[in-house]
């Protein structure tokens, strides 16, 4: 598995001459997102939809080196009701973990941390199993996505000095294009887990 320097050097990489577009669309969602937490039922519906949007955009950045804007409403054209059943669950399962204890609400958070990008992959799969595949794929690997977040520690401080405009403005795409590489890597390391679990969680959805 890579390590997070390397993880951050595909990032910038694939950043190079998307960054203006990579902003919009974590931009857009960052408002969304905002907007839609004012009301509880809002972020509830609309947090699957948009995170699978994001996964989507910043995968296309990866396999076309481009980003594309529509990718981020995609998910609203077709299958919806799997992507607001991903995002209904995740949130129902972090939150109930964290009444546990912040850790274990940590925990169950990179446990299912790659479904958004799972559903992005496969669009057709049920909400629920995109959950399980990511735990299955996560297994043995939150410390490595962790320790890729803490890698950003630095930039995190910085962007609070600037009142969180650096977030927008780099930051914050810059970690999202990260995980996508985590994602990438991970996905490709294990093909034939990955390649069972589609199969399996598709299959049941059907």
């Known amino acids: 598995m890579k390590t997070a320097s390397?993880?951050?050097s595909e990032a910038r990489a694939k950043l190079t001459g998307n960054l203006g577009m990579s902003i919009l669309?974590?931009?857009?969602?960052?408002i969304i997102l905002g907007a839609a937490s004012?009301?509880?039922v809002g972020i509830l519906i609309l947090w699957g939809p948009i995170m699978v949007g994001v996964s989507t955009a910043f995968i296309g950045l990866f396999r076309r080196d481009k980003i594309e804007f529509n990718d981020l409403f995609r998910t609203f054209d077709s299958n919806f009701g799997n992507h607001l059943i991903m995002g209904l669950l995740y949130n129902i399962f972090v939150f109930l973990w964290s009444l546990l204890f912040v850790i274990p609400g940590i925990v169950a958070s990179y446990s299912y941390s790659m479904?958004?990008?799972?559903?992005a992959d496969?669009?057709?799969?049920?909400g629920k199993a995109a959950l399980d595949a990511s735990k299955k794929l996560m297994r043995g690997k939150k410390g490595?996505?962790?320790?890729?977040?803490?890698s950003f520690i630095g930039w995190l401080i910085l962007s609070l000095l600037t009142f969180g405009i650096l977030y927008i403005?780099?930051?914050g795409p810059y970690m999202q294009a990260a995980q996508t590489a985590f994602y990438e890597s991970i996905k490709y390391e294990v093909p034939e887990t990955y390649a069972k679990l589609t199969s399996e969680t598709t299959a049941e959805g059907v």
Do not use: G, Q, T
Request: with cysteine; glycine share 0%; hydrophobic share 45%.
């Open 6 to 8: 390397e993880y951050r």
């Open 25 to 30: 669309v974590f931009f857009v969602s960052s």
């Open 38 to 40: 004012s009301f509880f």
């Open 115 to 119: 479904a958004p990008y799972i559903l």
């Open 122 to 126: 496969n669009p057709e799969m049920d």
């Open 144 to 150: 490595k996505l962790f320790c890729l977040h803490l």
């Open 169 to 171: 403005c780099y930051v």
